[in-house]
């Protein structure tokens, strides 16, 4: 039973590698490293989270065989990007870039804590120098509430 769970499990862990089709591989061993490093970075748009070196979907296959069709043309490995990107949107990188627009993504996140952390420090000092609360009752007031308490 413990060969089976075994086999189970190692099937389980190499399922990613049974992404990529003996078909899409490259002949140039150069040109395929190339190409599944380049496909490590891209989104596999069906599964959202999943790069296309690793998805099984039909669209990520799609994509696998761009990125070699552009390696084999003699394009750069920045062209192919610049490629898919152009075509698919930015949306299809696992590590969108931090230029333009998503600059604004990047920074918003530090800016909202700085200015959380900065709030609360405002808070906190100006809580410390705020006078001691002066008693509300007057003398005669004091005397009655004593008066009462010990009865």
């Not at 039973?1 to 990613?16: D, K, S, V």
């Not at 891209?42 to 552009?70: F, K």
């Not at 600059?103 to 410390?128: E, F, H």
């Amino acid at each position: 039973m413990n060969r089976l769970a075994l086999l189970i499990l190692a099937l389980t862990l190499a399922a990613p590698a049974f992404a990529v089709q003996p078909d899409e591989i490259l002949p140039d061993p150069a040109l395929e490293t190339r190409a599944r490093e380049i496909s490590k970075d891209l989104r596999c748009l069906v599964c959202r989270n999943e790069s296309i070196d690793d998805s099984n979907a039909q669209l990520a296959r799609d994509l696998r065989l761009l990125v070699r069709e552009r390696l084999v043309e003699g394009d750069s490995d920045a062209e192919v990007m610049a490629f898919v990107v152009d075509r698919y949107g930015e949306y299809v990188l696992l590590n969108p870039t931090t230029g333009g627009a998503n600059l604004i993504l990047w920074i918003a996140g530090p800016a909202m804590l700085a200015a959380g952390l900065g709030t609360a420090a405002l808070y906190l000092r100006r809580r410390r120098s705020a006078p001691e609360p002066q008693p509300a009752l007057s003398e005669s007031e004091r005397a009655r509430l004593t008066e009462i308490l010990k009865d």
